[in-house]
Each structure stands twice: as C-alpha cells, then as structure tokens.
C-alpha cells in the first residue's frame, strides 16, 4: 500500500519553543492532508485539513496560529506547532489521500510530541 | 448531531472469533472505514464499505447496513498479535471523517 513517512517519531522540547513535524507521501501525491492529534485512549481529532497549495482549514477550536500547517507541494505538508507548552504534549499523526474523491487514507507513522 | 458508537473493550480467546459492533449517526454517508491501531502507532486500514453487505478480507469482514446504521468488523482465528484498537470512521455527506472513540480488543492465550 501507499506509505507516508513521518518524522520525527519522538521529541521532546522545552516550553515556548517550537517544533516541526514533517509527513511525506513517498509513492503517490497527497492532494488532501489530514493532520490529527490523539490524547491516551482517545479516537483520533482532526486539527485541519490542507489541500496542496491552499490554507488548510482548520477545525472548531484549534488556533491556526499555534499549530502552522503548509502543504506547498503534493508529496510534502509540515505542521509547526509554535510556543509549545505542556499541554500541547500528544501524539500528531498525519494522513493523506489521493485525488479527491472518497479514497484510503494513508497514515504516517506519528509524531509523540512531550512538552516540559 | 454526528456520533459513532462502538464498544470501549472487548476480551476473546486466541483461535476464537470476536465481532466488533459500529453503529453510526452522520449527516450524510459515504463510506465506512476500519482501522487497526496498535499502542502508540498510527492507524492502519482495514477495510472500506460503501453498499450493503459482507467485504471479507482473510481473516478479517466487515459487514454493512446502511438502512441501520450499522456495521460490525468480525475477526476469525484470533491471534495474539490482533490485540489493539479498532476504531470505526464514517465518512460524512461533506467527506468528512468522522472517528469513533475505538475498540479496544484483548486477546487472551
């Protein structure tokens, strides 16, 4: 299947800093990224949704300030999370999809993000 | 408003047969997801149903009715390894992803 490489796997930051989580689609081009967070045994949350080349959309609640999203080209999306404080700890996972009707979407492998 | 429900926990027997229930409520319907997802990993596809019926993949179906908003994921021949979370997703009538919270499934020896 389709793979979405994702990195880095783990960090871990001081507050106020910023950190970047990049997710690359290796073998198809990601029209559509999907950026997610997960808290311990909670389902997935959608942050926002970016299409190569235009601003992401992001979902009721999350700061498009703090959490940077850039989808500048069809194999790459990045997500900045900016001035990071400890309860910006979770795990981010990325997810692509292909063209742009209902499809599969692939999942990088996440990102466990510890703030202190 | 939009909510998929699925069991929090569920125990079977290695070598048993476990069925994990989804029933969902969304505006619209353009799909239904499964994926598998093992603790601190991301989740992995399993299967997609989008008309009525039983998709089986080895070891693994996924069965939908639409008029029931229902749909249940039944895995055959449990192994050890198959412990980990399931999670239902339903695509919305704006192709929105809509996640259950997840079944977390326990295989015992």
């Known amino acids: 299947g389709a793979v979405v490489s994702q990195h880095p796997s783990w960090v871990i930051c001081k507050s106020g800093t910023s950190v970047k989580i990049e997710c690359r689609s290796l073998?198809?081009?990601?029209?559509?990224m999907f950026w997610y967070r997960q808290f311990p045994k909670q389902s997935l949350m959608l942050m926002a949704t970016s299409n190569e080349g235009s601003k992401a959309t992001y979902e009721q609640g999350v700061e498009k300030d703090k959490f940077l999203i850039n989808h500048a080209s069809l194999t790459l999306s990045t997500l900045t999370v900016t001035s990071a404080h400890p309860e910006d700890s979770s795990f981010y996972i990325c997810s692509g999809k292909e063209g742009l009707e209902v499809g599969e979407l692939f999942f990088g492998e996440g990102s466990r993000l510890t703030v202190l | 408003g939009q909510n998929i429900d699925q069991p929090t926990e569920m125990t079977a027997t290695e070598g048993a047969i476990v069925q994990i229930n989804c029933t969902y409520q969304t505006s619209g319907f353009n799909g239904l997801f499964w994926y598998q997802q093992h603790a601190g990993e991301a989740p992995t596809f399993l299967s997609y149903?989008?008309l009525d019926g039983l998709e089986e993949k080895g070891r693994f179906s996924s069965f939908l009715s639409r008029s029931k908003g229902y749909s249940y994921l039944l895995l055959k021949e449990l192994q050890m390894k198959d412990s980990a979370s399931y999670l239902c997703a339903v695509m919305d009538s704006n192709y929105q992803l809509i996640w259950g919270a997840g079944t977390k499934l326990i295989i015992k020896p």
């Open positions: 149903n989008v």
């Open positions: 073998d198809f081009q990601a029209t559509t």
